[in-house]
């Protein structure tokens, strides 16, 4: 068992909150943390306030922001309606790490949602997310809190790292590590085929959705469409989530690919005492434990890519998870990021 998440109490004391309600009234930029990632926070119905974070990001004007909220009233306020499959999935597991895509109200600005007429809302469970989400009085557009197609933070101090000038960014929450590790899992609902689109797989799990639905209404995975359809969503870009340093995936310890040169690489090891990935562990210039279970693997993914850009490698081995269901998400991210 892994020693449950240290936060600080209390949470955020009354004059740091005070100081991010302050600056989001002011159309500033707050990023703070949630279960999955730290987001880059703005007041959703601010216009101005959006495009800071795209401008901030360097983020494309078209691709959506999911909206936070933490009050059912907020959730009417920016859903046109809500299908009933995806409201079930939202009693199931909100507070939690999932996304709906629901036609928007009038009051959501286009800004946030990239002129899309559908909305993205989740409702964090992260406690620091939720006091800031309580005290301030509109929902937050809130993006991963890094430059666009680099890697997801998890920690406080990987947004700085991305975004070091506080003026553009005067305030990061820390609320300690991201629990969860990977972004929200997303679902949207097509009525031509009565289905729920799975848009993005994360710690929500299909079977987990699947179970709450009942067997009459199916989960469709929209990575297995043709790719057109599955372009509508940014975050599931061929490339994405990267480092800088490049990864390739190596299927067979004992055969490097020709000029990849073991002792000027670091190895992502799932399991390095797997047969056969002894010598290549030995040999590298530094093996980085992602984990062993999917549950640690996907937690310090993103943490460990944004080490390995730090100690000046050639390359990065990914040793391959298993190819289970259970790792189904950690692949959705892995294959991502491998060139
Ligand atoms: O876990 C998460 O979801 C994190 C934390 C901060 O909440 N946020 C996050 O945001 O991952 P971002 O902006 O990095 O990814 C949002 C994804 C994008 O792939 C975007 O295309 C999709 O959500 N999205 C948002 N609104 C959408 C919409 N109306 N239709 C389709 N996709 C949408
Ligand atoms: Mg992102």
């Not at 434990?289 to 730090?310: C, F, I, M, S, W």
Request: glycine share 6%.
């Amino acid at each position: 068992m892994e020693p449950p998440p240290l936060l600080p109490t209390p949470l955020l004391d009354e004059a740091t909150l005070a100081r991010a309600c302050g600056l989001l009234a002011a159309g500033q930029l707050v990023a703070f943390p949630t279960e999955t990632v730290y987001g880059l926070g703005a007041d959703a119905l601010n216009p101005l306030a959006i495009q800071r974070i795209y401008a901030l990001k360097g983020r494309p004007a078209n691709h959506p922001l999911i909206v936070h909220v933490a009050r059912w009233a907020d959730v009417t306020r920016l859903a046109a309606s809500i299908p009933a499959p995806l409201q079930q999935l939202t009693e199931a597991f909100w507070p939690g790490p999932l996304t709906i895509i629901v036609p928007k109200t009038t009051l959501v600005p286009s800004a946030a949602t990239g002129g899309q007429a559908t909305v993205g809302i989740r409702w964090p469970v992260h406690p620091v997310a939720q006091q800031v989400l309580q005290a301030y009085a509109n929902p937050l557009v809130a993006p991963s809190a890094n430059r666009y197609q680099h890697v997801s933070p998890t920690t406080a101090a990987h947004v700085r790292g991305d975004f070091p000038d506080t003026d553009a960014l005067p305030l990061v929450l820390d609320g300690g590590d991201c629990e969860v590790g990977l972004e929200s899992t997303i679902v949207g609902w097509d009525d031509a085929t009565h289905t729920v689109q799975l848009l993005r797989p994360g710690h929500i799990t299909p079977d987990a959705m699947q179970a709450v639905l009942g067997d009459s209404v199916p989960i469709v995975d929209v990575s297995t469409l043709p790719a057109a359809r599955a372009e509508k969503v940014s975050g599931q870009e061929a490339r994405h989530y990267c480092p800088q340093t490049p990864v390739i995936l190596v299927e067979n310890p004992a055969k490097l690919p020709s000029g990849v040169e073991a002792h000027q690489c670091a190895l992502l090891a799932w399991d390095s005492t797997q047969p056969g990935w002894e010598a290549l562990a030995k040999q590298a210039k530094a093996v980085l434990p992602v984990g062993e279970t999917p549950l640690q693997y996907a937690k310090h993914l993103y943490a460990t890519l944004r080490h390995a850009d730090t100690l000046n490698t050639t390359t990065l081995l990914l040793q391959p998870p298993p190819n289970t269901p259970d790792w189904a998400t950690v692949w959705n991210r892995l294959q991502r990021l491998v060139k």
